[in-house]
Every structure is written in C-alpha cells, then in structure tokens.
Nanobody, 117 residues
Framework: QVQLVESGGGLVQAGGSLRLSCAAS????????MGWYRQAPGKQRELVAS???????NYADSVKGRFTISRDNAKRTVDLQMNSLKAEDTAVYYC???????????WGRGTQVTVSS
C-alpha cells in the first residue's frame, strides 16, 4: 500500500522560501514519476510540478523560475523548493505518484503553506 507523508509547510512572508518534502513507502519509488499538487480554498487541486523517473521536470507556468522539484531515490523522497513565495501560493500541498500523467496514489494529509502579504 502506497503511503505518502508530506512535511515542511508553514507560515512565511511574501518573498520568502520554504522547502517541502514527501516521504514515500510501499512503491517502487525510483520507477515512478512523482508530482506536487496544491489546493487553495475554494479551488480545484492543481499540478504544481512533476519529476519523472529519469529526472525530467515540468512546472506549472505560475511557479516556473520560483519552484524546483527534486527527488532522492535512495531516501525515497521528493522535495519542492519554493522561493519568492506569493500570497497566491497559499494552499495545502500534496505529493502523488503519477503514471502517464495520472495520479495513481491516494492523497495524503498534505502540508499547509500560508504566505502572508
């Protein structure tokens, strides 16, 4: 059974940085693409960034140049470094396992990111 545990969220001022981490178990981690998603109040969950098994990265236009996704297959973690945070980045952030761009894992609890302006 896949288990994903997100951490690293918090309250930060606009312009600040946070680093999120997701620890995965129950999957062949290195063989799977991973994604970070977010859901703001009253909005649908959206893909923020993804990284394939061969380290190809993709980002939503809204975060390009500010966020960086990385993975450590030995540690079974996927991180999201978030710089130059904006109030509109406020959301609950989730990680997920992807296959052909589709989420194939259950959602974890996520981690709250709040950016004050």
């Amino acid at each position: 059974q896949v288990q994903l545990v997100e951490s690293g969220g918090g309250l930060v001022q606009a312009g600040g940085s946070l680093r999120l981490s997701c620890a995965a178990s129950g999957i062949m981690f290195g063989s799977n693409a991973m994604g970070w998603y977010r859901q703001a109040p009253g909005k649908q969950r959206e893909l923020v960034a993804s990284i394939s098994s061969d380290f190809i990265r993709n980002y939503a236009d809204s975060v390009k140049g500010r966020f960086t996704i990385s993975r450590d297959n030995a540690k079974r973690t996927v991180d999201l470094q978030m710089n130059s945070l904006k109030a509109e980045d406020t959301a609950v952030y989730y990680c997920a396992v992807q296959r052909a761009g589709i989420v194939i894992s259950s959602w974890g609890r996520g981690t709250q990111v709040t950016v004050s302006s």
